[in-house]
């Protein structure tokens, strides 16, 4: 586990092949050169061409090929597809700039029942089923500001450029596919190399939506399967959150002192002791109880000897005492609250276990799960990404998805002062690819979520 606070990466004269992800090539040939990822600004999530691709402080996940052979690594094929669709989404999520971009991909996802917490989450694991090419064979992204979505094509997919879409409401029309433009990073244009940027009616789709939204079927010409994609907006800003969180779950008391959400503890990246140094001290103090994991949400299936590690890292867990929240919502003080910290990229550890820093998927099994990105002073985003069944009823009889990949995933950037909203049914997944730690808030509702009953907070509705 690495842990890094005002970290220089230096790169010497040497290659570096970081072909896991993509290929990319960083090469340094004259004088050695500091590669800065301690900025709190992290201006290079945007830089399409950075070495390693965006986001990664000049590394993808797992550094190295994952054709690479160590006496040590994991085997595990799944893993494969977990740590090259890491990179894939990170690299789409830095490709433009602004942070309303969002990337889809489809997947399969399952899990066994493994809560290893004791709450409702269960482990799980992705992969590309029956698609054997490393990368997924489609990746969409969709900018919530313009509404344009891009389609990217894997070059194994071996289709022509005429192909067809169509909406729930049966409705359709035809596309084209064209070359990729030289205006996406190479990590893009090795894997894939056709795409179309599709105008869609927004009204038909309602993607905007926190849980409304349709999904899109869409295949080559000719063929009776095909893909879908779907994209909801998790991410609501803290103001609307909170007031939609009735008043008297707002303030409470522990050990004499007073809080209030969010961010309880009134923590700060500003203040002279970092937020996780901080909470060591002021949660003992405020009654909340401490944990700390090596693995989280990692083991799979389950925790018998055979069991795979899908993530590396750990964290360290402040939770509100459950005194204050272990009843009825008619009785509870607050909801269950508790602030999460993990560790920051583990480089190494990833390339031996074949897997991402941070958490793996798992399923939501509580009513919902719900990320806060509110310590104060905090100005890097989380990436978080929601998986859903689309089996369930999300397509109408007719559209048979190719490859048995039976989910839709999307992703994208968890800003400061926004919520991410996962609800019940779905899976979740949160790597981190901050080299410092990073700290988060995460509230559990009392109810499932509605339209009409405050986010799962006033269970009467």
């Known amino acids: 586990m690495i842990r890094c606070e005002g970290l220089g990466v230096k790169i010497f004269s040497t ?27 992290h201006d290079h999530h945007h830089e399409k061409d950075s070495p390693g691709g965006p986001l990664l402080g000049g590394y993808p996940w797992g550094i190295f090929s994952l054709q690479t052979t160590f006496s040590k690594r994991v085997t595990f094929k799944s893993n494969d597809n977990e740590i090259a669709l890491a990179n894939k989404i990170f690299e789409s999520l830095g490709s433009k700039s602004g942070t309303s971009i969002m990337v889809a991909f489809p997947l399969y996802l399952e899990h066994k029942g493994y809560r290893p917490f004791g ?3 269960s482990n799980a694991q992705a992969n590309f089923a029956q698609w054997t ?12 500001t313009s509404k344009k979505t891009v389609l990217f094509i894997n070059r194994s997919l071996t289709a022509g450029d005429q192909w067809k879409l169509t909406y729930m409401d049966g409705s359709s029309a035809d596309f084209s596919l064209t070359p990729v433009d030289n205006t996406y990073p190479t990590s893009i244009t090795t894997a894939y190399s056709r795409m179309a940027t599709l105008e869609l009616n927004q009204q038909k789709l309602n993607w905007d939506s926190l849980a409304n939204g349709k999904a899109l079927f ?54 002279p002791q970092k937020p996780l140094i901080e909470l060591m001290d002021s949660a003992t103090k405020s009654g909340y109880l401490t944990f700390t994991n090596d693995k989280v949400h990692a083991e799979y299936p389950n925790n018998n000897p055979g069991f795979i590690e899908k993530s590396v890292g750990g964290n360290w867990t402040f939770l509100a ?27 190494y550890e990833e390339s031996i276990k074949k897997a991402v820093s941070g958490t793996s998927w798992h399923n939501v099994g509580d009513p919902g799960e719900y990320l806060i990105n509110s310590v104060g002073g905090e100005s890097r985003s989380l990436v978080a990404a929601i998986g859903e069944d689309l089996t369930t009823g999300a397509l109408a009889p007719n559209m048979k998805l190719a490859f048995g990949l039976t989910h839709n995933g999307y992703s994208g950037f968890l800003e400061p002062n926004f919520a991410f909203i996962s609800l019940n049914g779905q899976y979740h997944w949160h790597p981190v690819h901050t080299n410092e730690p990073i700290c988060i808030e995460v509230w559990t509702p009392f109810c499932k979520y509605s339209e009409n009953n405050a986010f799962g907070m006033n269970c009467a509705n």
């Not at 204050?324 to 602030?339: G, H, I, M, P, V």
């Open 321 to 347: 005492n459950p005194n204050l929240w272990e009843k009825s919502a008619a009785n509870a003080s607050t909801f269950k609250q508790l602030y999460s910290c993990f560790a920051g990229r583990a480089q």
């Open 15 to 41: 290659i570096i092949m970081c072909l896991a992800m993509g290929g990319c090539l960083l090469k340094k040939s004259e004088s050695s050169k500091t590669l800065d990822i301690s900025s709190t600004k």
């Open 119 to 121: 709450d409702g989450q």
């Open 133 to 144: 090419a490393e990368h997924p064979p489609f990746l969409a992204l969709y900018d919530r």
């Open 218 to 271: 869409f295949k080559p010409e000719g063929w009776q399967e095909g893909f879908a994609v779907k994209f909801q907006n998790p991410f609501v800003p803290v103001e609307t959150l909170l007031k939609d969180v009735p008043q008297r779950f707002k303030n409470f008391s522990t050990n004499g002192k007073a809080h209030s959400v969010p961010n309880a503890l009134k923590v700060s990246y500003n203040n």
